[in-house]
Each structure stands twice: as C-alpha cells, then as structure tokens.
Nanobody, 123 residues
Framework: VQLQASGGGLVQAGGSLRLSCAAS????????VSWFRQAPGKERKFVAL????????FYSDSAKGRFEVSRDNAKNLVYLQMNNLNPEDTAVYYC?????????????????WGQGTQVTVSS
C-alpha cells in the first residue's frame, strides 16, 4: 500500500489543523494506520492509531484530549484532527500502515510510510 500525507502548515498556538493520509494500491481496510511525528534532531514518536475498522483508537499522552484520529475506508483516507496546538507539536508528521490488528506504537514495526507533512506551530 502507498500512503501520502497532507494538510500540514503553519498555525498559531491554540489553532487547529487536520492532516489527511491517502492510501492506494492495497485493501485499505486490512491495515491499522498510525500517525507519528519527528522533530528536528529527535526520534520519530507515536502520536495516534486507528485500527483497520475505525472502531479502536489509541493516543500518546501528548495527543490525548487534543487530537482525534479517524478513517473513511470507503475513501481510503485517515484523518488526524489536531486542536489546541502548541509549539511543542512542531514536527514532520507521518502516517504509517501495518496489519497488526493490535496496538502498535513502535515505528520500526511499520512497513508502509507516507512522505510526511510539516506542521509548524508559532507561539
């Protein structure tokens, strides 16, 4: 499966952005999809996961209560709604897919990755 992330940009602290991850080339509903982010000089970190059906979601502590992940299998899309953003959320955001059918928060477990979209939050 091929993934393409989009929707990043520059936003002021307290603002919102919605990222999208478009999938092609596979049976999208077979895959759990996660969002990761990577700030300059830091390791890639888990942000949020939505399972293959969209019923189960899981969030990092920093995302919980501010971000919402969802998917539309009919459109082969996964979304990450990010609210109340702060400068610490500045990073390149990546979507990734795997067929775990379980909670998987380690980047190395994922085979399929999108190209990343830059999110910059100004103070």
């Amino acid at each position: 499966v091929q993934l393409q992330a989009s929707g990043g940009g520059l936003v002021q602290a307290g603002g919102s952005l919605r990222l999208s991850c478009a999938a092609s080339g596979g049976t999208f509903s077979d895959y759990d999809v996660s969002w990761f982010r990577q700030a300059p000089g830091k390791e890639r970190k888990f942000v949020a996961l939505v399972n293959w059906s969209g019923v189960t979601t899981f969030y990092s502590d920093s995302a919980k209560g501010r971000f919402e992940v969802s998917r539309d299998n009919a459109k082969n899309l996964v979304y990450l709604q990010m609210n109340n953003l702060n400068p610490e959320d500045t990073a390149v955001y990546y979507c990734a897919a795997g067929t775990f059918h379980a909670i998987a928060t380690t980047a190395s477990r994922y085979t399929y990755w999108g190209q990343g979209t830059q999110v910059t939050v100004s103070s």
